[in-house]
Nanobody
């Protein structure tokens, strides 16, 4: 079992920045990859980014790769998503997730992740 709790969401003006955190607990070593997804009302959940607990491999989706930064702090068992130059289309509930499977490539689909946090709302106003 891996327990995930997101925090840091809120309301921000377009062009602003926000940093999301995901605190992991439980069987942390079972989670090889930590992912960030987002879901806007009426839309499907989409991949934002992911990072391995060990090694340097990370991935970011094309719509955010020039504006978001994903990082981790192994000592704190936390994963972060720094978001800059936020746009209204970034508005969504942001979720962190844990992938317990060993893969050669980072999964970019929700089905590739076993454990999920409750989500944190990010709202970007015009």
């Amino acid at each position: 079992q891996v327990h995930l709790v997101e925090s840091g969401g809120g309301l921000v003006q377009a062009g602003g920045s926000l940093k999301l955190s995901c605190a992991a607990s439980g069987r942390i070593l079972s989670a090889y990859v930590m992912g960030w997804f987002r879901q806007a009302p009426g839309k499907e959940r989409e991949f934002v980014g992911a990072i391995r607990w060990r090694g340097s491999t990370e991935a970011l989706a094309d719509p955010v790769k020039d504006r978001f930064i994903i990082s981790r702090d192994n000592a704190k068992n936390e994963v972060y998503l720094e978001m800059y130059n936020l746009k209204p289309e970034d508005t969504a509930v942001y979720y962190c997730a844990a992938d317990v499977s060993i893969r050669s490539e980072i999964s970019r689909t929700p089905g590739g992740y076993t454990y999920w946090g409750q989500g944190t709302q990010v709202t970007v106003s015009s």
